[in-house]
């Protein structure tokens, strides 16, 4: 059985995949807050990211990393995770992102867009640290996807996706979590798929 380590396990889309894994895969979860787990599943890691020793811990023996951390500071959680995978000798990791850190967003979108989350080439606006961090990812040893989900809704469907590669313009529309979940879950079951790749996910 595939062993899993959840990083911000405790997070709404993080949730909802590890009750789709709990049955299929060895899972450990690592957060800081244990409390806001509803239903704890597997073995429950309290602990920071930040903590190189605890992480490096907790990664070793783990045949892939699923990151839900977030949302600041992208950019040094993603170099504190590399490292610590890299020590701990796991390749695989599955790291979310957001949609808009390449301005990828339909043109008339991205000016809304940025007005709120800053600059992209700001790496202290929201986009700008996503997309260091998911640069920094990007060009590690690690064997990454980055996921980058389009606006999430609560909507309780999981919708049909539509993928968008990292030079495509994001063509789908808001997308719930648990279909974000959904995803995600099935990606970690079959990981040989969008390998050192960036991708966008839309409903249709």
């Given amino acids: 059985m ?15 995949a590890e009750a789709e894994l709990a049955d299929k895969t060895d899972l450990t979860l690592f957060l800081r807050h244990p409390e806001a787990l509803k239903a704890p599943v597997g073995h429950v890691i309290t602990g920071d990211v930040f903590d190189h020793d605890q992480l490096v811990a907790a990664m070793t023996g783990q045949d892939i990393i699923y990151s839900n951390l977030g949302p600041q500071p992208m950019a040094k959680m993603a170099q504190a995770v590399i490292e610590a995978a890299e020590q701990a000798g796991v390749q695989r990791l599955i790291w979310v992102a957001t949609v808009g850190i390449y301005r990828e967003e339909p043109a008339d979108h991205i000016a809304d867009a940025e007005a709120v989350y800053g600059s992209t080439d700001d790496p202290t606006s929201y986009f700008g640290d996503e997309r260091v961090g998911a640069d920094l990812i990007d060009g590690s040893s690690l064997t990454a996807t980055i996921i980058r989900p389009n606006t999430l809704t609560n909507s309780n469907d999981i919708e049909p996706v539509i993928v968008d590669g990292r030079h495509d313009t994001v063509s789908g529309q808001p997308i719930s979590r648990r279909t974000v979940a959904h995803f995600i879950s099935d990606l970690i079951l079959n990981d040989d ?9 839309s409903a249709q």
């Fill in 193 to 201: 798929q969008y390998q050192n790749d960036s991708i966008a996910i």
């Fill in 2 to 16: 595939k062993k899993v380590l959840i990083l911000g396990a405790g997070g709404q889309i993080a949730q909802f």
